[in-house]
């Protein structure tokens, strides 16, 4: 009795798994990262409209120290000071010491251990969008806080450099270093460096697809031309 009740589980646990891979076969969803698409061993799927991706690439990926616990079967992610705690088939999840409910709770594909990406990013502030059009999802991380040191771009005199907080890189640098052009910008992306000038002691103005941000006789204009995002600095 006790071999067929192996069998049997044994049995359910290899169709659970071929279940997921079937699911990610059919699935075709990329994951980005400021800017910056996230290559996975396994590929994220979808269940239950909730996206999830491999655990330990998408916490490293946002910066977090990882600890996994076998015999619980449960991840510990801290950054900074922000931890979260997950474990395989429940659908609670601790942040800072705080239950969370979860639509979907974290699963086990064979030796990897998939968990809910918006569920993950959120519990480190980090903004989440969806593009039903491209099967994208879009992660962007939070401008430094205030105690930390605002990247800036060098020779200008100290302004916030848009593609080290976006976390992107320029392509190309024109006119010695003043004009930056920037590809895939997304809104979030826009929003995060405008929190980031404005912590910087930076005023903000809007003008149609243009934001001017203006210090102590710096000007930097920021805005798309066409699908090409542009940093312009003068002034310093």
């Given at each position: 009795m006790k071999l067929i009740r192996r069998i049997t589980a044994a049995a359910l646990a290899l169709c659970a798994a071929l279940s997921l891979a079937a699911a990610s076969a059919e699935e075709n969803i990329s994951v980005y990262i400021d800017g910056n698409p996230l290559d996975f061993e396994k590929p994220p799927y979808m269940e239950n409209d909730r996206v999830l991706v491999p655990m330990r690439k998408i916490f490293e990926s946002l910066g977090c120290e990882v600890i996994w616990d076998e015999a619980l079967g449960s991840v510990t992610?801290?950054?900074?000071?922000?931890?979260?705690?997950?474990?395989?088939g429940s659908?609670?999840?601790?942040?800072?010491?705080?239950s969370?409910?979860?639509d979907v709770s974290p699963a086990l594909d064979y030796d990897t251990t998939f968990v809910p990406l918006r569920a993950v990013s959120e519990a480190?502030?980090?903004?989440?969008?969806?593009?039903?059009?491209?099967e994208s999802v879009f992660i962007v991380t939070p401008a430094p806080s205030a105690a930390e040191t605002t990247p800036v771009y060098e020779d200008s005199g100290g302004v916030p450099d848009f593609g080290r907080i976006a976390g992107i890189t320029p392509d190309p640098v024109l006119e010695n270093n003043t004009v930056y052009c920037y590809m895939n910008v997304t809104p979030e992306m826009v929003d995060k460096y405008s929190e980031a000038m404005r912590?910087?002691?930076y005023s903000v103005h809007e003008t149609g697809e243009y934001?001017?941000?203006?210090?102590?006789?710096s000007s930097v204009l920021a805005g798309f031309r066409g699908e090409v995002f542009m940093v312009v600095i003068t002034n310093y």
């Open positions: 992610a801290e950054r900074g000071s922000d931890t979260v705690i997950m474990t395989i659908p609670v999840m601790y942040v800072n010491g705080s969370v409910k979860l480190f502030s980090c903004v989440v969008t969806w593009s039903d059009e491209s912590g910087e002691g934001r001017i941000y203006a210090k102590d006789g």
